[in-house]
């Protein structure tokens, strides 16, 4: 009987030291910086708003340019069914006007918007507002990126660490049945026991399989999301996630983004009252004619004004309409900062949460490492069966992966509050 007890001693003292050790290592393994180092690079999603920003700043640039007007080139060549004059007849009219059925002329035009009812200036606010805009969804999409990022990140290694515990279980298990068969061939102990435990050995494998198949399908959208084909592995995360629980929202990428969308609007109110004013241009010509071998100097220069006094509500319902979407952006900017005033609570509740579930997560496997050796002893003892004893010891192991998964839950609640108070320092 004493060969007995501390067989069973040994067992279980081979399944506690097996179940805490969760330290793996992988030399090819990518890190958490590395992972957002790349995806900054390669990402689509990163590469299409910096596109967009480009296309932003060349917006700007057309606005601008339109204001300096523009010059062409011109020419003709035409032919009349009677002499038409070289060049238009002027006082005082000599013989000698050359007259011809074709004529050519070449030139230079340039045409310029003096005053067009500051719709101009309008224009190029809106394109530098375009262009913050665009600025901000950059960096937005590289906050977003980045949580995601994390977020898988934290779930990978935490399902790493609970599979490491995992197996730990599975091989404890596989070491019991051995060593209870052998008990069970020298009729030391019931049959039922060896399927009992057989039965939990089936559960600990399909345990394993089941989080090996979850890790695959993480790696494969981290994957996806960094931009490269695949992932073979990832480091531990050491560091604790920093995060801020005072945060002026009024910084935030979320808010600065609708603040100018609401100015944008703005802006296209100036833009609408343009219409009321007249629009005054610049039209001037320099070129020459050319007939018979003879070439005639030209040019001209005047100034044009065009005053629309009458267009049936056109001009009313542009003004009415860009009145309208600015107070439409008004109230987005008041919704934005009241969504976020919530989501920042929300988010420090999480965290709040989350701190209380590592702490009970904790005291849990005290008490439960407790409670497997006190079913150590009763089972030695033959007071409680093997049932009693597997029981005790799934509920350690069960405690220990809801503390590792909370652990890194934490972490990714904290990577929340960052990402949604995420703004210029």
Known sequence: ??????????????????????????????TLDE??????????????????????????????????????????YTRYNIPR??????????????????????????????????????????????????????????????????????????????????ISYQRALEKLYKD????????????????????????????????ENSIKTLKAKLASIIGVDEIDDVESVNDDEKFSANVDLRNSYTYKKAKFEAQKSKKAIRKAKSLYFPKIGLNTYYGSNFAKGIQEELWQAGININWRL??????????????????VSKLRLKNTELKLKSDIIDANNRISTAIAKVQSAKKQLILLKKIKDTE????????????????????????QSSFIEAMYDLKMQKAYLNYITAGEK
Request: hydrophobic share 45%; with cysteine; proline share 2%.
């Open 35 to 76: 992972a957002i180092e790349t995806a900054l690079k390669k990402s689509p999603e990163i590469l299409i708003q910096k596109q967009k920003l480009l296309e932003a700043h060349q917006e700007k640039r057309v606005k601008k340019a339109q204001n300096f007007g523009k010059i062409n080139a011109v020419g003709s």
């Open 376 to 399: 150590y002893i009763k089972y030695e003892k033959g007071i409680s069966d093997m049932y009693d004893l597997l029981y005790a010891i799934a509920k350690y192991q069960n405690a």
């Open 180 to 211: 209870v068969k052998k008990e069970v061939e020298v009729g030391k102990k019931a049959k039922i026991d060896l399927l009992k435990v057989s039965s939990e050995l089936e559960n600990a494998s399909f345990n394993v399989k089941s989080i």
């Open 310 to 327: 009458y267009d049936f509500g056109y001009k009313d319902a542009q003004l009415q309409k860009a009145k309208i979407a600015h107070m």
């Open 1 to 30: 009987m004493v060969k007995v007890n501390l067989m069973v001693s040994k067992k279980i003292n081979f399944i506690v030291l097996i179940c805490v050790s969760v330290i793996t290592v992988n030399i090819n393994a990518i």
């Open 85 to 166: 004059t070289l060049t238009p007849i002027v006082p005082p009219i000599t013989p000698d006007v050359v007259s011809s059925r074709e004529i050519s002329s070449a030139g230079l035009i340039y045409e310029v918007l003096l005053f067009n009812g500051f719709a101009d200036v309008s224009s190029v606010d809106i394109a530098e507002l375009g262009k913050k805009i665009s600025n901000i969804n950059l960096s937005l999409t590289k906050e977003q990126l980045i949580y995601n990022i994390k977020s898988l990140y934290f779930k990978i290694v935490s399902l790493k660490n609970q599979k490491t515990s995992a």
